[in-house]
Each structure stands twice: as structure tokens, then as C-alpha cells.
């Protein structure tokens, strides 16, 4: 009884007789055995360890906002140590921009944290930041804002005020001149005539000019 790979061979024989003259190429002696024997292609592995690997990084994106998500829940955004952790960020941003502005919502986030503290809820500590706010941004930030000012050193153009100048060109109650101060020169009004060369004092500072008066 012939074998199946015999009866095959013969089947694959019959079928090549019936092709028209020029269409069979005979197969090399060392493929003849393994001609029935169907032709796998590769997987494209790399294609397929691409995908995967981005499937990978998608579920790690969306553990990572998952978790962010559970740990920003109400109940942690409104407690004590959220509102404490807010007044020390705010602290440290003043102290590196000494604006006033920062500083100013620190009442706010104070007020919330003890709210928290002794158990209100969340409409209360909102409340409790609002009311705080507005009173740091009206009342504390004006008043520091003023002592600082009071502090500080004048600025160029107020520190011009007594000190000593000469007349370059002539200065009329109508009509004003030029003084030069230091080593600047400046526009100049005067209630008096002052000619060339005399030497004044600086009265005032009227935006870009200034007010001088004679010194004898």
C-alpha cells in the first residue's frame, strides 16, 4: 500500500503535467521533499514588542492619574494639613518675590486650617479662606506695602530734591531753562529770573523738570 507522501508526490505530478508548456520551472532536488510543506512568514516581532510596549506605558499613564486622582479626594483637599501645606508654599513664594501679593492669602489658608482643625466642613473652610483673603489683600498688604515704602531709600529723582545745581541756560517765570545737576542737565522752572551760571537749589520735581530757587 503506497504511503501518504508517495501518493501525494504522484498527485503533484499530475498536476504538473496539465500546466502549459513553459509554466512549470523544476524545483531544486533539495526542495523537491518539502514542496507541499506550507511557507510560515516570520511575525514582525518588533512591530508587535512596539505595540505592546506602548500598551505598557498607556496603562501606567492611566495608573498614574488614577492614583492622583484618588489621593486629591475632597476629604484630603479640605483638612488641616492641605491648608497648612498651602500657607507654607505661599510663605516661600513671598520670601522669593517680596511682592506683598503672595503673603497676602496667607490670613486665608491660615483661617482654613484652623477651621479644619475644629471640624467644619468644606463650605466653612471656603468661607473661612474668602474672608481671609479679602482682608490681606485690603487691609494687611496696603499697610505692608506702606511700611516698606517708608523704610526704603528715596528713589533717584525724589533724592534730587536740595541738592545744589547751576543755570546752563536762562530761566524766566514764563519761559524755562536748563540747570545742570551733578552731572546731569535738567529742564527748569523758576519763580525768578536766573541767568547763566547761577547757582540754585532744587525746590521740587515737577515730573521731567524741576523747580529751583537761587541760593543768595
Known amino acids: 500500500m503506497a504511503s501518504p507522501r ?32 506550507p511557507v510560515v512568514p516570520k511575525r514582525p516581532t518588533m512591530m508587535i514588542d512596539r505595540l505592546l510596549q506602548d500598551s505598557e506605558v498607556a496603562a501606567e499613564t492611566q495608573g498614574f492619574f488614577s492614583q492622583l486622582t484618588e489621593a486629591f479626594t475632597p476629604d484630603v483637599l479640605m483638612s488641616w494639613e492641605f491648608w497648612t501645606a498651602a500657607s507654607a508654599v505661599l510663605l516661600v513664594g513671598e520670601l522669593l518675590t517680596a511682592s506683598f501679593l503672595l503673603g497676602a492669602f496667607v490670613p486665608g489658608t491660615a483661617l482654613s486650617a484652623i477651621l479644619a482643625a475644629l471640624g467644619l466642613g468644606m463650605q466653612g473652610q471656603l468661607w473661612g ?27 533717584n529723582v525724589d533724592a534730587l530734591v536740595g541738592q545744589p545745581g547751576v543755570v546752563t541756560e536762562s530761566i524766566t517765570p514764563s519761559s524755562p531753562g536748563r540747570v545742570k545737576i551733578r552731572t546731569e542737565e535738567w529742564r527748569a522752572t523758576a519763580g525768578d529770573d536766573l541767568e547763566a551760571g547761577v547757582h540754585v537749589n532744587i525746590v521740587r520735581v515737577d515730573g521731567n523738570a524741576v523747580h529751583v530757587q537761587s541760593q543768595s
Open 6 to 37: 508517495h501518493r501525494a508526490r504522484v498527485l503533484t505530478r499530475k498536476c504538473l503535467v496539465g500546466l502549459p508548456a513553459g509554466r512549470y520551472l523544476a524545483l531544486p532536488p533539495e526542495s523537491r521533499t518539502h514542496s507541499l510543506i
Open 129 to 155: 479662606f474668602m474672608i481671609g483673603t479679602v482682608v490681606g489683600l485690603v487691609v494687611l498688604r496696603p499697610i505692608l506695602v506702606a511700611k516698606a515704602q517708608e523704610g526704603g531709600e528715596p528713589s
